[in-house]
């Protein structure tokens, strides 16, 4: 699905196919907790911070967290928006198709590549180096197409185990890679869009026995970087 890794370009790195800078410096100041009228998601080292008025970017961008015990996490931000200086903002500049790309680097292990004990970091540097197999461009269209259908059918199946009118003992609250704080299957359902990883979520519910959590699995690959 990632392409034949026979036919594919194995001799690029990260820093061949994209321009890789950290986001702007922001204060808790500069960002609310719901989105309003001329707010736009703001994005930090871990996913969704909040919603600012003064966004930054404005495409579809694989985010890298910088700093902290979760740097390395993989993200991606759609449509306009801001990025926090704890994100690397991955800029492909038509090299290769930025959807495609983030889901190839979330099977790595980025944090492999931090530095620092007690306040581990990642440089762009390090991630220049990543090794990168580049298939063709139709190949890459292809996977984000699956994807993408992929994560509409978790959003399905949750729409149909809890719908709408469900009581209220059995709506579960989730909580999402891509976010900050709980959501309820409504919230979430109503706000899809919003949500970078649909498929990493997971709920716990209250009627544990009537209910059964979802969990995305997770893929590690093993890489070395010379």
């Known amino acids: 699905m990632f392409g034949d890794p026979i ?3 194995s001799n690029y790195r990260l820093g061949d196919l994209a321009d890789m800078k950290a986001g702007s410096a922001t204060t808790s100041n500069d960002i609310v907790s719901s989105p309003g009228p001329s707010l736009y998601p703001c994005f930090g080292g871990n996913g969704l911070r909040g919603y600012s008025k003064s966004p930054t970017h404005d495409g579809i961008y694989p985010l890298i967290g910088r ?3 979760l740097c390395g996490n993989v ?5 306009t928006f801001r990025a926090t200086e704890h994100a690397v903002v991955v800029d492909c500049g038509g090299k290769c198709n930025p959807e495609w790309l983030y889901h ?4 790595d292990d980025l944090g492999r590549l931090s530095s620092g004990a007690a306040q581990p970091g990642l440089s762009v540097k390090n991630l220049k180096r990543v090794p990168i197999k580049l298939p063709a461009q139709n190949e890459q269209e292809e996977f984000v197409h699956f994807a993408t259908e992929t994560d509409k059918l978790r959003f399905d199946d949750l729409s149909r185990l809890f719908p709408p009118h469900s ?4 709506k579960p609250e989730l909580r999402m890679t891509g976010c900050s704080g709980k959501k309820t299957c409504d919230e979430l359902l109503s706000q899809r869009g919003q949500f970078n990883n649909s498929a990493d979520s997971f709920f716990s519910c209250a009627d544990l026995e009537k209910s059964k959590p979802y969990l995305a699995d997770t893929i590690r690959s093993s890489r070395s970087y010379s």
């Open 104 to 107: 190839f680097l979330r099977l």
């Open 67 to 69: 700093q902290g015990a």
């Open 167 to 170: 009581p209220p003992n059995r």
């Open 75 to 79: 993200q991606i931000a759609r449509g």
């Open 7 to 9: 036919d594919a370009v």
